[in-house]
């Protein structure tokens, strides 16, 4: 109301510029708090002291204008920054047109277009003339790796962003034409070189290597001229230009940098050390996310997690000192017994069921059903507002049983259940009929029988519902420590920071030794010794009394499950059990080994680890050395392994840079594909050609090529600009190996713990649980989940170490009410069920003089098999009962079907 | 079923509009993840079937396929 | 000096609600503090493939 009342149009900041809202308004629908509030900058009545609409047509009541901004005083342990990233300055995006051709966007903007939430509801037009383009440029590095704008690093998500709204685009349009300039393709996240490869060929996306200078109009389109790598000149006119631009530091980092007292590096980000990246220059003062540099959602979200380990590291002591736990009223059981009364809520969630199902006839239906008492068609049921008035409606007409007719069970049924819980209901009344995921979103075309089937299925949900019986909500005690596999330096790291925490931790290491691939690492991209931070933490790890290390072990068997595993761990001749509450994954990887460029054939022909540990031997090799050449993606990107080893760009540049120092009139060539100095990486790629270290860009149709002569060794490689293949004389040849996965397959069948089809852990989920895997209590980090550096590899780690903390640190885990019962009077001890159980979650023992069968209710898993074979029909499963069932079967066929 | 209710059900099948009734009983973990899913994706297939949730296809008792056919149903659907 | 169970979240974006969300799980009391009137950041602008309501608190 406030909105539509309201005289002063603002700009929508949520949907970048390209629409028009009020100085009252809700950033989105889904907003949380999802209130509205008022735009003070805008609003008359604020700036003014006039106007007052809003304040009097709110039928709440719930504008106050006498307000005033009030600073409050927080006492905390610690602080976490997290202030995001900010926007490229619009001067840079003006060289490119933008702000003064409409058709020119940037890719925020280009965003909000082709979201169905978005201004145009999805589809995509120019600004200019709201008509469909037919051709779109997507310019790259704008405001990164420019120091024309003083940013000079590189900002690590844009190339991603531009294939996927590019994929976007040419789904919703697939005549559209879409071309990407690119300086290099950087797409080495887990995963993103498979999803590029495929947009390419799926969408037929242009992929173009070159910078584009300037945009210019010409007779209402965009005329473009670039430069290809080959020195030929190209121009070609679009539709539309959407800008890639990077990502900055947020614009008030110097301000933060001096609230909190905290160092920035010389780009205006949180300064971080690569050993430690989420601690600033301040102690108790942590930071996380695209402040501590350019990085996409799964990186952020894995230093959240980490961030929190570290500052509960440094707060072990003080854990539930300050939280308020939530009590719930005590259960009605006089109201649970009663005859069922029974509450139907039919959830529109906006258009998505609405849109199909006629909802309000739905409703009516319900009332029709035996025992219902109330019935309700709310517009959002799982929003706040909607959850407290199902909670008051539940109140106030004492209903016992509740049917929410909305989405799925496996995502929102907890949400009700605590509903349920906040009245005094037990939780297992509730069951909710799937009218939106298996209803009104896949029959979207047949309105009428939609609207059919979600009658059908509300009545048999209230079938159900008028047999549920309240659960008892099992708990097991969780063992207080965790298991660690792998010593390097993930393994490591997660193993510091949950002893830290104040758990035991034991690691178990294949080798002789703790450090893993460190142990080969001589120097860190940021210029420390590799080897003394690696010292540090072997040290620290060694005198931590909360750790204990087996080295030279191996895991045999891990049985058990979240809380309470028990682990068999090989240690030559003799097995040692050790039982936990959590198990880590860090075994870590290792150097590719190449099978070509004449890797094998001479000690001068060396991988990048190889070269780093010769140089710590000392640098008397270099003294003859004149050429020296380096090959990227040496296995690497489709060469043997399909995925991109993310980090052999840097290693290069690092060691270029290193050879440099130590021999600076060695000329150096880097023959690559791509250039992957992602982030503040790009940095040191700079410093390499401007003390010149040349770079080749090679295709995969042509090759380098390494020949072992009898004197010497010559490398022969495509040069793009002069158009022909040279031939150099190479006095030392350096293979970019890749990293190849470890020998995951057996600890895989262990742990059930799925692979990506590279060879890796499969995350449970890449955007928003990069740590955690399929099986519950089990958290994954290092190389063994993907190849990164260092300074990843520790984030993660820290943040596998808090999600591995969570359990312990509660004590307990919830296990779902589902179990199966034994009747014991019913039993006939037959052991069907024991043989069939895949859980080993029922035993047979002897109670008096026969066998009955028990149920082990923190393995019981609910799955059944149990109840559907027992010959007595003894065993009833929570939740799931024949009786449930056979009323679900009844209520299907819709007309009276006799019980006989 | 009474004789003269299977008739007409065999007459329905032989008619291009035979519109069949078909309870389903969806796995949590896979059948009804999918179907999820496929809600997520609009997939779009008939409106026939009726669902019912079980924790695993293991769940299923004979005597629940006997009750839906003598209940009415032309199919049961079993996902898991 | 007894250390606080208390911490604060400067930014409600993804970094900041996950970083919130663990912390709270592992036994602290958190105050976000963001700028803007909700939290989820740039995130929740984002199209529909990665959804909001993964963010919600």
Redesign the interface.
Known sequence: MCTMYCPRPVVDAYNERLEITRAPHIDYAQAIPSSYYIDAKACLRVNFETCNLCAQTCTAGAIDFSQKPKNLELEVGAVVLTPGFGRVDSSVLEKFGYGKYPDVLTAFEFERLTCASGPTEGHIVRPSDNRPPRKIAFLQCIGSRDETCGNGYCSSVCCMYAIKEASVAKEHEPDLDVSIFFMDVRTQGKGFDDARKRAQEKYGINVIRARVPRVDQVDGRLALTWTTDDGKHHSGIFDMVVLSVGLESPEDAEALSKIADIKLNNYNFCSTRVDSPLSTSRDGVFVAGAFQGPKDIPESVTQASGVAAIASELLAEARNSQTVSITYPEENKALEEQEPRIGIFVCHCGVNIAGVVDVKAVRDYAASLPGVVLYEDPLYSCSQDALKGIAEKIRDNNLNRVVIAACSPRTHEPLFQETLRSVGLNPALVEMANIRDQCAWVHAQEPEAATEKAKDLVRMAAAKARLLTPLEQPTVDVTPGALVLGGGAAGMSAALSIADQGYSVTIVEKSRHLGGNLRRLQWTTDGQDARKVMEDMISSVESHPGIEVLTGSTVEAISGYVGNFTSTVSQGKKNRLINHGVTVIATGAREYKPRSYAYGESTRIVTQLELEEKLARGKSFLKNARNIVMIQCVGSRGDDMSHCSRLCCTQAVKNALKLKELKPDCRIYILYRDMRTYGFHEDAYREAREKGVIFLRYSTDKKPQVIKQARGIKVRAFDRLLGEEIEIPANLVVLSAGIAPGDNQELSKILKAPLTPEGFFLEAHAKLRPVEIAVDGVYLCGLAHGPKSLEESVAQAKAAAAKATIPLAKGKVAVAPIVSHVDQDACIGCGICESLCPFNAIRLSKVGKRKKAQTITASCKGCGICASHCPTIAISMGGFTDQAIMAQIHAFSGRQCDEG | MAKENAVTKENEMTQEGFDPKILGFFCHWCCYAAADSAGVSRYQYPPNVRVIRVMCTGRIDARFVIEAFRCGADGVFTGG | M??????????????????AL????????V?IVEK?????????????T?P??????
């Open positions: 007894a250390k606080s169970g208390a911490i604060m979240v400067l930014g409600g974006g993804v970094a900041g609600v996950q970083a663990d912390l709270a799980d592992l036994g602290y009391y105050y803007k009137a909700s939290i989820g950041g740039v995130m929740a602008q984002l199209d529909k990665f909001t309501n993964d963010c919600a608190l």
